[in-house]
């Protein structure tokens, strides 16, 4: 039976006996995710399809609440889906408000310092409900909730690396179809000859130069306005267009000839469509991966121009 030692008898051991401590801090580690598994399965949780299958007989429909960023909750949308196609189930999502944010290391973030606010659900909910598995859409206050996909934040799951799409599958146990497309948009063909561009403060590789796309048309960029004076210093004639809800962004995207972004809320749009997209890659956290057809990411200049290039040609 594993003990777990308190501050003062940790430090006397690491003072005392260095090989009998360095075992105490594997064990511990092991301990430590054997009680995350438990946590994550217990009290009668939802996490396997077949759990979930039993459950949406019974009840009808499957509730599930999320408090991440807009990314996340795109990125959360393939596991819905499936649990929609596997069960039948309509899915119903609550939105939760208010989630601190921290960062570290950047000057501005459009939401602040909160993962989710009023007025991000407002713009998120249109497309949202629109999706035929989604059935209710709405600001969670008191509604029954079946799965909190909020859980994967709850340790051990690494959160720098791998996919953000597969985080909500750990805990549900379904694995969703990456490599096809979970949103559903009708395109704006206004934009069938622009490239779209969007680049956040966050995740930037800095040793990327966008000034070479000056020799390229119909320069479109999203995001907002501190975002898009940044990217105005290298690419002066670049078109800012402006949203009031992200049914209209994915429209644009959608409508893209293609798009160019970094690993913020746009590219995850772009993503779940599968229209054709470069990512620019991080090289401090890299945890969104382009899956299936048209998707394409990059950590050099020279690879950037010569996909640039390519798509720019069909």
């Not at 889906?81 to 999502?93: D, Q, V, Y």
Request: net charge neutral; with cysteine; glycine share 6%.
């Amino acid at each position: 039976m594993f003990k777990k030692l308190n501050v003062f008898e940790k430090l006397w051991l690491k003072h005392t006996n260095r090989p009998l401590y360095k075992d105490y801090k594997w064990e511990l580690a092991n301990y430590n995710q054997q009680e995350f598994s438990k946590f994550i399965t217990g009290l009668n949780r939802l996490t396997s399809i077949d759990k979930i299958s039993e459950f949406a007989t019974t009840s009808g429909f499957i509730s599930v609440s999320h408090s991440g960023n807009a990314g996340d909750i795109i990125y959360a949308l393939p596991t819905l889906k499936r649990i929609h196609e596997l069960t039948g189930a309509p899915i119903h999502l609550y939105l939760r408000l208010g989630k601190p944010l921290i960062l570290s290391g950047y000057k501005n973030h459009p939401m602040g310092n909160v993962k989710l606010n009023q007025r991000m659900a407002e713009m998120l909910s249109p497309l949202l409900i629109s999706q035929a598995y989604i059935h209710v859409c709405e600001v969670h206050t008191d509604q029954p909730v079946h799965i909190d996909m909020d859980y994967f934040h709850s340790g051990n799951i690494p959160l720098k690396t791998g996919n953000i799409a597969r985080w909500c599958s750990y805990i549900t146990g379904v694995n969703p179809q990456l490599w096809k497309a979970w949103i559903s948009v009708k395109p704006d063909t206004t934009f069938s000859n622009s490239i779209v561009i969007a680049r956040s403060e966050r995740y930037r590789n800095h040793s990327i130069n966008y000034g070479f796309l000056n020799s390229y048309e119909n320069l479109v960029f999203i995001g907002v306005e501190s975002e898009y004076n940044d990217i105005k210093k290298v690419i002066p004639d670049i078109k800012w267009i402006q949203v009031d809800n992200f049914m209209k962004l994915a429209g644009i995207i959608a409508g893209a000839k293609f798009f160019i972004g970094n690993q913020s809320f746009p590219f995850s749009i772009a993503e779940s469509l599968k229209i054709p997209r470069i990512l620019e890659t991080s090289f401090d956290i890299i945890n969104v991966i382009p899956e299936g057809e048209n998707g394409y990411d990059f950590f050099f200049q020279d690879h950037l121009e010569s996909i640039v290039k390519m798509l720019d040609s069909k």
